[in-house]
């Protein structure tokens, strides 16, 4: 966790050389990367999965390629990491429900106050699950601040163009900002 955690800030910190181009600098060579764009990257997708989040848009974007589209679709078939999360806890004794794949769009895994109770006896009694636990919320901070240094870096260099994959740019990135992916984990800092 902690070198996927060096990771995400070496993806953040990448964003401040891209804002130093102006918007003019960028669009001089923007029509040389065609369709290419984070929106259709096939590894940054199977992330999103594996953090549990599900859009049609994240297969559709890849019709043309059906041997990425398997690959896709079989990743939503694995398991998530809040759902192995949750299975090494119940592992070690917490009384956790499994999580349900309750929602097709967006997050999977709803909120859970039963769960939310389990944490916060797991953070104050668990010291080695309660470390995972912060290392987790470290992870979804991590990615909430790539997504606001992404979504302001396209407002500084395109404004309100579409994206380079197609997709409606920022205000499509808008709507990624402020979804947490283990809500469950953010619940809880209110319990203690």
Request: proline share 4%; charged share 25%; glycine share 6%.
């Amino acid at each position: 966790m902690r070198r996927v955690l060096t990771i995400l800030k070496t993806m953040v910190s990448q964003i401040d050389i891209l804002e130093t181009m102006t918007p003019l600098e960028f669009n001089s060579f923007r029509g040389f990367l065609q369709n290419a764009s984070g929106f259709q990257s096939v590894q940054f997708r199977e992330m999103e999965i594996l953090c549990g989040m599900r859009s049609p848009h994240i297969i559709e974007v890849h019709k043309d390629q059906p041997g990425l589209q398997k690959k896709l679709l079989q990743r939503e078939r694995e398991n998530t990491l809040w759902e192995s999360f949750c299975t090494c806890l119940k592992l070690r004794g917490h009384e956790l429900e499994f999580p349900g794949r309750v929602n097709k769009q967006g997050l999977i895994h709803s909120p859970s106050e039963h769960n939310q109770e389990v944490l916060v006896n797991v953070m104050k009694n668990d010291p080695e699950a309660a470390h995972l636990c912060e290392l987790f919320v470290d992870y979804d901070e991590g990615l909430m601040e790539w997504r606001y240094r992404h979504v302001k870096m396209v407002e500084r260099t395109i404004g309100t163009k579409r994206g380079t994959g197609g997709s409606d740019g920022a205000s499509y990135l808008h709507e990624t900002l402020n979804s947490p992916i283990f809500p469950d984990l953010w619940a809880i800092r209110t319990k203690f």
